[in-house]
């Protein structure tokens, strides 16, 4: 067989018996490192550090694969707080493990006619998740859907994962719904003013809604 020794020489082809001995006198394993070849290769090292250093170069070659892998967060127009929160948390996992993260928002029907609002929260996720991604280009919209790509920033840049940071949200983090809101959008027209006394009816108060296209007109035309 082939025989390498611990120094990176090569020791010439010797009979099996002997690159034992050699390996006892150099206190080292005797380690096959090709198998198939013609003939085998064998290393004289220690099998312990070599093993080890075999670990790490997965580890490392496992940080590349992740590097090349895009995942993709679906948003909308009309996203609930709570969800884009939720929403915005899975894009945070990714990146933190040197994953790309694709953020695609769809109009449905005729949301078209508003575009402005979806544009309002994509720009709104880039914001919330700047301390640990930046956007790859500006988003675009793309038939019925805006898109963009936002990578990881650097290790040494980015900011540690809200996990490994305890109860304290990081600066990027998404603030409560009730105290951000994911649109802002103008305000509803005044009410009309009270019916007279004796014809009034009990309004109840106007819940939250956070769907921008309600109050706005995108109907084609009257109808009769």
Known sequence: MRVIGDDGQQLGIIPLSEAIVLARNRG??????????????????????????????????????????????????????????????????????????????????????HTEFGFQVVRRFLQEIGPWGHQDFEPKLNGRSINVMISPLPRAKRAKHPDEVGDAAPSGKAASPAATPILEVDPAPPRPASPPPGNSKPTGSAGFNNNPFDGLNLGSGNKG
């Not at 590349?64 to 939720?86: C, M, R, W, Y």
Request: a positive charge.
């Open 28 to 113: 080292v394993d005797l380690v096959e490192v090709a198998p198939n070849a013609t003939p085998p290769v064998c290393r004289l090292v220690d099998f312990g550090k070599y093993k080890y250093e075999q670990e790490k170069r997965q580890k490392e070659s496992k940080k590349h694969q992740h590097g090349n892998k895009v995942k993709e967060i679906q948003l909308s127009a009309t996203i609930d707080p709570h969800d884009f929160k939720t929403k915005l948390g899975h894009a945070i996992d990714f990146l933190c493990d040197d994953m790309k993260v694709k953020a695609s928002l769809r109009f449905r029907g005729r949301e078209m006619a």
